[in-house]
């Protein structure tokens, strides 16, 4: 895992992952723009943040930005800087996937409509057509897509055109979860950036240090949030969306004392708290997620590896289900590939609920 003792130490908005902040000073610095970045890494590691604090810092008006060593700062002080700083305040403050609004005139903003499985060519286009307009402050021109691995084939195509022939000083920042779904063209056309899951002790001494929580808060969303410091920081800020886990976490606990039409109850609940179309498919996604971390946990605990689960919030609980389940270490890993088989199938577009019922009834 890359070196994090730069990252800490610097202005930057990153837990961890420093080579991405030293890689992007240093562009800076030298004045090594690329035309396309590709931001890949799993959700919640501050991709979107760093984006946003990258696209700042080369649209910041100030010949002289603050540099502490190699790494550069955006100055806060000019219009530019103002400007993105009007337009944090207007998003909704949920972590890393904050809905930054674009109101700066040389920055633009591309993400799926909601409830969209894709993002379309026609988005794409317009997009195109804002990043070849002039820029208003004579600088860089800079585009975000977020969710690139949604981009529909007709999209994708529609970007590769720009990117085959780069304008000057115009920077367009890919941010992906899933580098597969790219085209193998636009990644060979761009600069991809690996996000990696951040230690759980710089995570946990970030939460002291930054968010002055308690030691035993630190140490369970430092181990629940899997080496995602923005998504161990949304456990914390807001309340409803850790409620909604421990509840997916818990009722999958309740299954092994449960008869067949109360696990479907629970199910029922489940699907309750989602709306309709690729939210619906959404909501199954992550408790299949949350359900596959449980039964890792029960693993590790039958491995005697207790120091190492990740949901130190129940262990307990945990402790006392090893045996409910009648299952031992074989009888597990049938689980977690249950679970994996139903992430396929929603990925399918399978009915969500059917296949939740379907792992509640035969687990």
């Not at 000073?25 to 890949?40: E, L, P, Q, R």
């Not at 760093?50 to 910041?60: D, E, G, P, R, W």
């Not at 939210?279 to 190492?308: P, S």
Request: hydrophobic fraction near 40%; charged fraction near 25%.
């Amino acid at each position: 895992m890359p070196d994090t003792k730069l990252g800490e130490n610097s202005n930057w908005p990153l837990v961890g992952n420093s080579h991405i902040i030293d890689f992007l000073s240093k562009s800076i610095v030298n004045d090594k723009i690329v035309g396309s970045y590709i931001f890949f890494g799993l959700q919640d590691l501050g991709k979107t943040t760093v984006a946003n604090y990258f696209a700042k810092s080369l649209l910041c008006q100030s010949k002289a930005k603050f540099r502490k060593g190699d790494i550069v700062s955006p100055c806060g002080q000019c219009i530019s800087c103002q400007t993105f700083a009007r337009a944090k305040k207007n998003s909704s403050g949920d972590g890393e996937e904050d809905r930054f609004e674009a109101i700066h005139g040389d920055f633009h903003l591309l993400e799926k409509g909601r409830d969209k499985k894709n993002i379309s060519i026609e988005q794409v286009r317009e997009f195109i057509k804002d990043l070849n307009l002039s820029s208003f402050l004579g600088s860089y021109k800079v585009g975000m897509i977020k969710e690139a691995d949604s981009l529909s084939l007709g999209a994708a195509n529609a970007l590769l055109k720009t990117l085959e022939e780069p304008k000057e000083k115009v920077v367009i920042i890919l941010i992906a979860a899933n580098l597969e779904s790219i085209p193998a063209t636009i990644i060979s056309r761009s600069q991809v950036l690996n996000f990696y899951p951040v230690k759980t002790d710089i995570i946990y001494n970030y939460l002291l240090r930054e968010h002055k929580v308690s030691r035993s808060l630190a140490k369970n969303l430092s181990k629940i949030c899997l080496g995602r410091p923005a998504l161990a920081v949304k456990f914390l800020k807001d309340k409803d969306f850790y409620k909604d886990y421990t509840d997916k976490v818990n009722i999958f606990l309740d299954f092994s004392g449960q008869d067949i039409n109360e696990r479907l109850a629970g199910i029922e609940k489940i699907i309750r708290g989602g709306a309709s179309g690729q939210e619906y498919n959404k909501t199954a996604l992550k408790a299949l997620e949350i359900w596959q971390g449980l039964v890792r946990d029960l693993l590790l605990l039958d491995l005697g590896h207790k120091d190492l689960i990740q949901h130190h919030i129940v262990v307990e609980e945990l402790a006392k289900q090893r045996g409910k389940f009648g299952l031992g270490a074989n009888g597990l890993l049938r689980i977690i590939r249950s679970l994996e088989e139903g992430k396929e199938y929603l990925k399918a577009n399978v009915n969500p609920k059917l296949v939740l019922e379907n792992i509640a009834v035969n687990i």
